[in-house]
């Protein structure tokens, strides 16, 4: 700093015709400003373009990457569309073999459960007939006990020890023998 201020006491001087800075703003605006520029264009061009070659390399690769990603994320996708589309079309097969399992198995149970119910009628009338034919033989047993009940009351009531005597001789001649 100290440098500085010496050099700007010289300008005072310089204004006799030496070398110093001019203070005057306006004046100095537009030297300055082309000096400025031309330390800049000079020193900076091989740093900004330093600069400016590696952000361009970094942009390359993020668009090399990107692309890479992308190419990658697109063949990812296709791969899985592809798997979306066997899987839909083998779960299209499953479904399509249940239903036809379904419609077999539905056609056996029907045909089975047909079969039985031809069956159980069968077995009902089998049933029925033996019940019928039991019922008609205890109906037949009963007739018979009663008749016989029957006859022997009217028997007691109207036999009397001579008709009885006769009915015997009767039997027994009958029968073949004399008395």
């Known amino acids: ?62 668009i090399k990457e990107a692309e890479k990603r992308q190419k990658d994320a697109a063949a990812k996708l296709s791969d899985q569309q592809q798997k979306l589309a066997q899987a839909q079309a083998e779960a299209e097969n499953i479904k399509a073999q249940a239903q036809e399992r379904a419609t077999v198995e539905r056609q056996q149970i ?3 459960a047909q079969k039985d119910l031809e069956r159980l009628r069968a077995e009902a009338g089998q049933d029925l007939n033996a019940a019928k ?10 007739v018979a006990t009663m ?12 036999l009397d020890e001579g008709k009885q005597q006769q009915l015997i001789d009767n039997s027994i001649a009958m029968l073949g023998g004399n008395r």
């Open 1 to 62: 700093m100290g440098t500085f201020w010496l050099l700007a006491s010289h300008a005072e001087g310089a204004a006799e015709g030496g070398f110093g800075l001019n203070l005057d703003f306006f004046e100095t605006n537009v030297v300055n400003l082309a000096i400025v520029i031309g330390v800049l264009f000079y020193f900076g061009r091989k740093v900004l373009g330093n600069i400016l070659t590696e952000r361009r390399a970094k942009i390359e690769a993020a």
């Open 110 to 112: 029907a045909a089975q």
């Open 133 to 142: 034919e039991r019922a008609m033989a205890e109906l037949r047993q009963r």
């Open 147 to 158: 008749a016989l009940e029957r006859v022997e009351s009217q028997l007691k009531s109207q």
